[in-house]
């Protein structure tokens, strides 16, 4: 399974509060991702990162900010969490330069009220 | 920018029986990498099956199996002899070759089919 965590499993938040998930990774992976889920969006890149303190934008960036200071953890950062951030977040890595597969993190169930 | 289509928002298939997954895409890439990933109620998310689109071979795991139509855009997934723990949220997904301009390696979705295997 690739020895991937996520933390919290399911969180409640109020509007305007700030939230912090954690992706932990076992096995040194350089590339890691987070995605969000939902209903009739499939999944959706948000942040993605190459490599320690190395960090790009997504396709849905906007409302998140991402950090990696160390290569097993990457955190995904809603500064003030909206209703519309409500949604299934997910992980992923990649196992190396030449690897086109991924593997995915259990998710995190966020529900901003 | 691609796109990726599934046009069969839900599906049911007979327990044993065989069941067929529609799936295209849109690129003016030539070299990309194309999977399938199954999504069981328990909402992780399990690599069933990829398929390169530089070789013409389908690619095959055990029962599940891909019809490659490059020309088209198109790759299904075929489901054979299916059982009860194949009823899953099954996602398209499309990723960039790594050597041709694709060094995010983020794969894009369709946003999946919902397929139920009644006993």
């Known amino acids: 399974d690739a020895g991937i965590t996520q933390s919290p499993r399911h969180k409640v938040t109020e509007t305007g509060t700030p939230v912090t998930l954690r992706c932990h990774q076992t096995?040194?992976?350089?590339?890691m991702y987070w995605y969000r889920q939902d209903p009739g969006h499939g999944l959706r890149l948000i942040h993605y990162s190459y490599g320690v303190k190395d960090t790009d934008k997504g396709e849905v960036s906007d409302g998140y900010s991402v950090s990696r200071s160390k290569t097993e953890d990457f955190l995904l950062t809603l500064e003030s969490a909206t209703s519309s951030q409500t949604s299934v977040y997910f992980c992923?890595?990649?196992?190396?330069?030449?690897?086109?597969?991924?593997?995915f993190g259990p998710g995190t169930r966020l529900t901003v009220t | 920018a691609q796109t990726v289509t599934q046009s069969q928002p839900e599906m049911s298939v007979q327990e044993a029986e065989t069941v067929t997954l529609s799936c295209t895409y849109d690129t003016s890439e030539n070299n990309y990498y194309l999977f399938w990933y199954k999504q069981p109620p328990s909402r992780q998310m399990i690599l069933v099956i990829r398929?390169?689109?530089?070789?013409?071979q389908n690619a095959t795991e055990n029962r599940f199996s891909v019809n490659f139509q490059k020309a088209a855009k198109s790759f299904s997934l075929k489901i054979s002899d299916s059982q009860l723990g194949d009823t899953a949220m099954y996602f398209c997904?499309?990723?960039?070759?790594?050597?041709?301009?694709?060094?995010?390696?983020?794969?894009?979705f369709g946003k999946g089919t919902k397929l139920s295997v009644k006993p």
């Open positions: 398929q390169e689109a530089y070789k013409q």
């Open positions: 992923a890595i990649r196992l190396d330069r030449n690897s086109y597969e991924q593997y």
């Open positions: 096995e040194n992976h350089r590339y």
């Open positions: 997904a499309f990723m960039k070759d790594l050597n041709y301009g694709g060094s995010q390696g983020n794969l894009i």
